[in-house]
Every structure is written in C-alpha cells, then in structure tokens.
C-alpha cells in the first residue's frame, strides 16, 4: 500500500520555467491538500480539494494553480517560477475534512534558480 | 498565518529520558494534532487530541489539552534514538467548518542522544 506518493522527488528549474508536481493517493480520500515547507516557517498550506473536481485557495496560493481532475491525483503547477517558490512542496489527503489524520507525501524538493 | 508555536524550537537528551514539547495556539480549535517528521520524510501523524478531551495517550505518548491556556503539551517517555526527529503541532479552527487545512507551528527538533 504506497499511500501518497510524490513525483518527482527533486527537481531544479530556472527562474520563469513552469512546471507540474504530482501527487497520487490509492487511499480513495476526498480530500487532498498541497502544502510548502520552508526553514523556520513549518508547513503552510498552498491549496486543496474536498472531492474530485473541485479546488479551493489555503494560506499561500498566489503563483501556483492546481487540479483534481481524478479522485486520486491532484496536480499543483507553477506557470512561471520564481526564486522564492524555492521549497519542499508536500502532498496529503484525509478521509474526510482536515479534522482528520492527514497522510502525508515525502515530498518535492524544488529549487528555482 | 501560523497557529501554533512549539516551545522549545530544539531539544536534546539522552536515551531513556523523557521529552516534553510544548505547543501554543491563537484561536478555538476543534482538534489539535501531532505530527513527526523523520529528516527527508514526509509528515507522520502521531496523536489527535479534541477540543473537549484533556488528555490522550497512545504507547509512550502522551498528550494534554488546555483550552483555556490555548496550549498542548507533547511527552515521549523513555525516549529512543529512533524518536530523533522534528514534532509540529497542527489545528483545526472550529470557525469555517470546511477543509481549509491544517495550521502548523514550526516545530520542536528532538535529538535523543545514544
């Protein structure tokens, strides 16, 4: 049972490159989350879904667009990077909504130049 | 915004002690989390504690809740070099309902020290 699983693991872009992150979970979970980790700040959350074709804003969304277009992946793009989307980008899902356990990704190491 | 600031931000102690963490947040919640996170490994879901339950333990965890004081506390007992990791506290506000994510503080650094 792979759980969520992110691909791909490590990825170095130029400034004003764009890019897809994706995420896959055989969890069958409703809700899917991206969030972004960065030094001293913990995780914040960039955007999320509660069900397959939907798609909804989080705490830091501006650079970055996502899709559900099947239960199981939810995609996170970056239509032109910029330096300080130099992040760890994690995947999750939950069951239901986020007053749930959340089963997390190991995550894209992302570095823009 | 940060919800949830862990105290202290690194904490370091020998085999077979017991770590203490500490976690503080700003608004009402519905439930508070832990989570662990290995070096170079995904977020691992430790314990959920609600906001009507004062205490919770599960193995050598052991989780308390006040509501009043906006705080959590995290203790591992007998502590292991296995329990070498980074801990973050994570809420979910009771306001909004939705599935708007979880609030994470920025973490406790455990080394436990053979």
């Known amino acids: 049972n792979a759980g969520v699983t992110q691909t791909p693991k490590f990825r170095v872009l130029k400034t004003g490159q764009s890019m897809t992150l994706l995420c896959a979970q055989d969890?069958?979970?409703?809700?899917m989350y991206w969030y972004r980790q960065d030094p001293g700040m913990g995780l914040r959350l960039i955007h999320y879904?509660?069900?397959?074709?939907?798609?909804a804003k989080g705490e830091v969304p501006d650079g970055y667009n996502v899709s559900r277009l099947k239960k199981q992946n939810f995609l996170l793009g970056l239509e032109s990077a910029a330096p300080s989307q130099t992040s760890v980008y994690f995947c999750?899902?939950?069951?239901?909504?986020?007053?749930?356990?959340?089963?997390f990704g190991d995550g894209t190491r992302l570095s823009i130049l | 915004s940060q919800q949830g600031e862990e105290d202290p931000q690194a904490l370091s102690i020998q085999e077979g002690e017991n770590a203490t963490m500490n976690c503080s947040y700003k608004?009402?919640?519905?439930?508070l989390q832990w989570y662990r996170q290995n070096s170079g490994r995904g977020l691992v879901h430790l314990i959920l504690?609600?906001?009507?339950?004062r205490e919770k333990h599960s193995g050598r965890l052991r989780v308390t809740l006040d509501t009043s004081k906006k705080s959590s506390s995290l203790l591992i007992t007998a502590s292991r070099a296995a329990d070498t990791a980074s801990y973050f506290c994570?809420?979910?506000?009771?306001?909004?309902?939705?599935?708007?994510?979880?609030?994470f503080g920025k973490g406790t650094h455990l080394i436990i020290q053979p």
């Open positions: 999750a899902s939950s069951q239901h909504r986020s007053h749930q356990p959340q089963h």
């Open positions: 969890m069958n979970h409703e809700y």
């Open positions: 879904s509660v069900g397959e074709g939907t798609t």
């Open positions: 608004t009402s919640i519905n439930n």
């Open positions: 504690i609600r906001s009507n339950e």
């Open positions: 994570a809420t979910v506000a009771l306001s909004g309902g939705g599935a708007d994510g979880l609030t």
